[in-house]
Nanobody, 124 residues
Framework: QVQLVESGGGLVQAGGSLRLSCAAS????????MGWFRQAPGKAREFVSA????????SYADSAKGRFTISRGVAGNTVTLQMNSLKPEDTAVYYC?????????????????WGQGTQVTVSS
């Protein structure tokens, strides 16, 4: 079992930055690939970014490329999503998720564990 807790959401003006963190706990949590997804009201959950358990490989949605950076703590139990140049369309609940090691996945169905989510609101 892996438990995930997100933090760092909030309200920011367009063009601003936020840093989301995900703390993973569980005996083997550091061995999981980790991903960030988001879900806006009335829309499907969508992939944002993912990182391998080792931190050696990352993946980004086109909407996140050049603005968001995913990273992993040295111990492997924390994952951070640095979000810069935020836009109103980035407004959503952001979820951290854990996936078994291997290829990075962009489909939410591949992820085994999910956090409760953290709200990000970007005002225009």
């Amino acid at each position: 079992q892996v438990q995930l807790v997100e933090s760092g959401g909030g309200l920011v003006q367009a063009g601003g930055s936020l840093r989301l963190s995900c703390a993973a706990s569980g005996r083997t949590s550091r061995l999981y690939n980790m991903g960030w997804f988001r879900q806006a009201p009335g829309k499907a959950r969508e992939f944002v970014s993912a990182i391998t358990w080792s931190g050696s490989s990352t993946s980004y949605a086109d909407s996140a490329k050049g603005r968001f950076t995913i990273s992993r703590g040295v111990a492997g139990n924390t994952v951070t999503l640095q979000m810069n140049s935020l836009k109103p369309e980035d407004t959503a609940v952001y979820y951290c998720a854990a996936d078994r090691p291997g290829a990075l996945h962009v489909d939410s169905g591949s992820y085994d564990y999910w956090g409760q989510g953290t709200q990000v609101t970007v005002s225009s």
